[in-house]
């Protein structure tokens, strides 16, 4: 697309006004404070698992969101174990594993709803290290920049992987055509996509900007840590030096 914001709520506004008006926006609604979900999505994931991150990886972190549950399902359809993020990581991360989830229950296991059933809860201690990010987006750029919601949820989650010592690893995301913009504005703690899959085109960014090395504490709301448990766990190990 040909269109350029100034500022992300510009963008975001932008994005689902266009995803409304041309009526390829699907349930969950309103789409707004949402990853929206979209038509095509399902068209989306499978070129986005296709992709060599993916098509290569046993572990992978994949954003709970509803246009990504055809990727989740996939992945686990692929023989890869899936960590999810709790919705604003109330309750930190679950773990997947297709090997104890029978076949005929793999898309219950990858929806929101049915996902506690086959999940086990993972403490940070037992995160391990995953082969590729996938992440929801409202909008991004060719040139690798991206926003969600505007809570930073993903940002933070790639950031507690970083500050847990893992590698910085691939992002993908999967989109509607509508949602890849000319421009949109970045600040340092974003994380970018490396790879864009829509429904017809698959999009490998050659130049992304610097995904974060870490939790820019200091940028967090003040009520971060209280909501967000596993931040707070996370901030005690880092500070009693247990990171080292």
Partial sequence: MGVGFADKAATRQWVLEQLSEQRVARFPFPIRGRIPNFVGAEAAARRLVTLAPLAGASIVKANPDAPQRPVREQLLRSGIVVYVPTPRLAGGFK????????????????GLSGMDRWAEPVSLDALPAVDAVVTGSVAVTRSGRRCG???GYGDLEYAILRDLGHPPVPVLTSVHPLQVVADLPADAHD??????????ETIEVSDPPPAPDGIDWDALPPDALEEMPVLQ????????????
């Fill in 149 to 151: 919601k505007g809570h």
């Fill in 191 to 200: 994380l970018p996509v490396h790879w864009i899959a829509t429904p017809d």
């Fill in 233 to 244: 766990a996370l901030h005690e190990r880092l500070t009693s030096g247990e990171g080292d």
């Fill in 95 to 110: 773990r997947l594993d297709p090997v104890r989830i029978p076949t005929e229950r793999l898309r219950e296991a990858a």
